[in-house]
């Protein structure tokens, strides 16, 4: 919430990870460099972000509550999910929606 109105990036080694919109208006991008990001917006607020263990828990952690969810819908275990990215998952809910029709 203290950030909420202040341009700020998430950053790693070198360069910016992530941006808000507000830091992206004032000419941040995605993967720039954390000197051009500072020229480009000099009271952007850098958070280091290197460290990706905490999220990867937090991640695990979604993944199966959504797994759980997946496969209490209707069509039970036939349905299934797949995690994509670190922050990225996919139901495929077929059987459920088969058996809502059948």
Known sequence: PDLATKPFAVGQK???VT?????????????M???????ACPELII??????EPYRRQAR????????????LPGG?????????MDEMYA???AGVNSFFS
Request: one cysteine or more; glycine letters at 8%; hydrophobic letters at 40%.
């Open 14 to 16: 070198h360069i910016i």
């Open 19 to 31: 941006c808000n919109y507000i830091a992206r208006s004032r000419g941040v991008s995605k993967l």
């Open 33 to 39: 460099l954390r000197t051009a990001a500072m020229k």
């Open 47 to 52: 958070i280091e972000g290197s460290d990706l």
């Open 61 to 72: 952690k979604i993944y199966n509550a959504f797994r759980t969810a997946v496969a209490a």
């Open 77 to 85: 275990t036939a349905n299934f999910s797949k995690k994509g990215g």
């Open 92 to 94: 495929d809910v077929s």
